[in-house]
């Protein structure tokens, strides 16, 4: 009798485990079919690395272990391939797969390097490197065809070597970290087709669908929140073949690597369906929670359970009072030391920015950077809408000296100039509060943002020659009319913002150095040359000292850039070098050696504008992306010159032979192109903290 129960016992645990764990339908010798996994618990996956199942079923990549790696492999080999392997012609199998995965940062702006789903040949990846490699590749054999890897990748970091277009972002991968096709994290509304965009390490559960045709030879990479319908319209579609890239058979799992910072890869469930057809639809019933959802669903639980006795109940309700306040003072801790009361009245508290921007929720979300990202919100208190920018800081170096010149800033006043309102300090992080500009930034008008289409309607030129204006007006101010100087140092077109009025507003001094008048004309030196490629001027790279002349350099490439409606760099423009680079300021040069200026104008103005006033700008911006600093104008003679208060003189002949691009290789900025269009900055002063504001780059 006893002997029964205990079989009986053993085979309800066996059939409990089968459903959670994969349920193959198996095809031919290679293992061919589906499978799925609803939570991990007696899974059977081949794990190596940081990988390990949870008693609970969640299957966690990687750890707070920093430089290492994870993976998870389906144990079966698949056949990719019906007859003939893909180097005799054959072509790549259908396939279709899903999982449930969550991304745990300790900070807000800053995470691990994020994971992938994967094909490959084989399942030994020792050698494959941590951080940006995602534990797929190494600096090696990154790019090799004989790599046979294809994987998509949930990247939450920046590395300008693999051309990212953000630090929160989705990317196709075939032998290579170079995406083939990348786009923002996040879906697009079924109702509205509305962007919507999602933070990948926020901490929740998010699902992903990758479906390839073979026969179309084309993908398609759909992204949504978790128990959300899939969207109707994916995230990324792109023409891919993988015939020439999968193996015969092949292996197919999920990989996750760590960098410098504290983070944990989760994924809650996976399906998979090779030959056609959709990968089978998870259970979220028996998936298990993220940390953070897990520990809420228990809470009402253990209250019930104590319900029924009143002095457990009471001790039990003490202790989750006592943590609820703990829990309170943690999520709202902020980090103030005795020297900032001086900047009292130029502080935010913490709480307050949590609940103004809706605890930094992916929906408030207005732009990404390689350091932080930007969120909009509304002050309680005063509803004034505000645009908060989250950076990372080391507050051990220099952070004195950093918020007196964040505070400095903060006194600035002019029209033309984006109001920084404070600032507020966090463990690792930095809040930087400013007026909201509801029209967001120039770059968005002339280009189209991440996620979105260019609006409707061309920017005018007489709104493009007012933006020139206004940041005219307002670099005047920083340069000669403010009590310090200030040298702005990343003048560009997705730094500049436009009011409710479409008044163009300088914004995003992240990279600004300040320095006391009289204190030389050299102006103050810094250890890195930081900025946009394309905006910087070369002289920067063999002297380090910024200087206001810097600034018109950039302004110079800012007008070009205006009126021209292209980036100053652009990879595979037309009229480009021969390395598929386009540089704007000499196709203005070409054009006005030539004769033909006013070529230049952008074409979708469709000539809708003045002759003589737009050449008279192009020709100023020539004059101000002068490679020597003395012969470019002040600020001051620019406004003149649009105002037409004083005539404008024209480039010298000897401007003739400059290619900014060569310059910039022979003099050291060759490794920073490879970077554009994204600023580069290391430190902790006012001058090395990049960031991004209302939809810049």
Not at 5 to 23: E, I, N
Not at 314 to 342: G, M, N, T
């Amino acid at each position: 009798m006893l002997a029964s129960f205990s079989f009986l016992v053993l085979l309800v645990c066996h059939f409990h485990g089968l459903s959670h764990a994969a349920v193959p339908e198996a095809g031919g010798g290679g293992g061919d079919g589906q499978f799925i996994y609803n939570g991990f618990a007696g899974a059977g996956l081949d794990l190596d690395g940081m990988a390990v199942v949870e008693p609970d079923g969640k299957l966690m990549l990687t750890n707070v272990t920093s430089q290492l790696k994870g993976h998870a492999f389906h144990p079966a080999a698949l056949r990719f391939h019906d007859e003939a392997p893909a180097q005799n012609g054959s072509t790549a199998r259908s396939f279709s797969t899903t999982f449930v995965f969550g991304i745990a940062a300790e900070y807000v702006t800053v995470s691990g390097n994020g994971l992938a789903f994967f094909v490959a040949p084989s399942k030994n990846l020792t050698a494959a490197s941590p951080s940006q490699f995602l534990g797929l590749f190494n600096s090696e054999n990154n790019g090799n065809a004989s790599n046979r890897v294809f994987a998509v990748e949930l990247d939450t970091i920046l590395n300008p070597e693999f051309r990212d277009i953000n630090s929160n972002h989705v990317g196709v991968d075939v032998n290579s970290l170079v995406s083939v096709a990348a786009a923002p994290a996040g879906y697009y509304a079924d109702d509205s087709g509305a962007f919507k965009n999602m933070s990948l390490y926020s901490g929740d559960a998010m699902q992903v669908w990758v479906d390839y045709d073979g026969t179309a030879a084309a993908l398609n990479v759909t992204l949504a929140p978790a128990e959300a319908p899939k969207p109707k319209r994916p995230l990324i579609s792109v023409a891919v073949d993988l015939s020439a890239v999968v193996s015969d058979t092949a292996y197919v799992g999920l990989s996750s690597s760590t960098g410098p910072f504290r983070t944990r890869h989760y994924v809650l469930g996976w399906s998979f369906a090779l030959g056609g057809g959709a990968a089978p639809a998870l259970d979220y019933a028996k998936l298990p929670k993220m940390p953070r959802a897990a520990a809420a669903k228990h809470r009402p639980r253990a209250l019930d359970v104590a319900l029924p006795v009143a002095t457990p109940l009471l001790a039990l309700a003490a202790v989750a009072c006592a943590s609820l306040l703990a829990w309170r003072r943690l999520r709202y801790a902020e980090l103030r030391e005795d020297w900032e009361v001086e900047f009292g009245p130029h502080r935010f508290k913490y709480r307050d920015l949590y609940h103004a921007t809706g605890g930094f929720s992916g929906e408030r979300l207005l732009g990404v950077g390689g350091f932080g990202r930007v969120y909009r919100g509304v002050l309680r208190e005063s509803k004034t809408e505000v645009a908060v920018k989250v950076v990372s800081h080391d507050a051990r170096q220099g952070m004195r000296q950093f918020v007196a010149e964040v505070v400095s800033i903060g006194r600035l006043r002019h029209r033309n100039v984006v109001q920084l309102l404070g600032y507020c300090r966090r463990r690792g992080e930095l809040l930087l509060v400013y007026d909201y500009m509801p029209n967001g930034s120039l770059d968005r008008w002339l280009y189209g943002g991440h996620g979105e289409a260019p609006p409707p309607l061309t920017l005018s030129w007489e709104l493009r020659l007012r933006a020139i204006r206004g940041v005219a007006s307002g670099l005047v101010y920083l340069h000669e009319e403010w009590e310090q100087v200030v040298i702005h140092r990343d003048v560009k077109a997705s730094n500049v913002l436009l009011d409710a009025d479409m008044n163009a507003r300088l914004g995003d001094f992240g990279l600004a150095r300040l320095y006391d008048r009289g204190a030389g004309a050299g102006g103050p030196q810094s250890t890195h040359v930081v900025g946009t490629m394309g905006y910087l001027a070369p002289e920067l790279a063999h002297t380090r000292r910024v200087t206001p002349a810097t600034d018109v350099f950039a302004f110079g490439a800012f007008v070009l850039e205006v009126a021209c409606g292209r980036r100053p760099i652009d990879r595979g423009g037309g009229g480009g070098d021969g390395d598929g680079r386009f540089v704007l300021v000499d196709w203005a040069l070409e054009l006005w050696h030539a004769g033909a200026l006013a070529d230049a104008v952008d074409a979708r103005l469709c000539g809708d504008y003045h002759a003589e006033e737009a050449e008279m700008v192009l020709m100023l911006g020539l004059l101000c992306s002068h490679p020597v600093p003395g012969e470019r104008p002040s600020m001051r003679q620019v406004v003149q010159y649009l105002d037409g208060d004083a005539p404008l003189p024209e480039p010298p002949r000897a401007y003739r032979s400059f290619t900014a691009l060569a310059m910039m290789q022979n003099v050291g900025f060759d490794s920073y192109a490879a970077s554009y269009p994204s600023s580069s900055a290391t430190g902790t002063s006012v001058g090395d903290v990049s960031s991004v504001h209302s939809g810049g780059r």
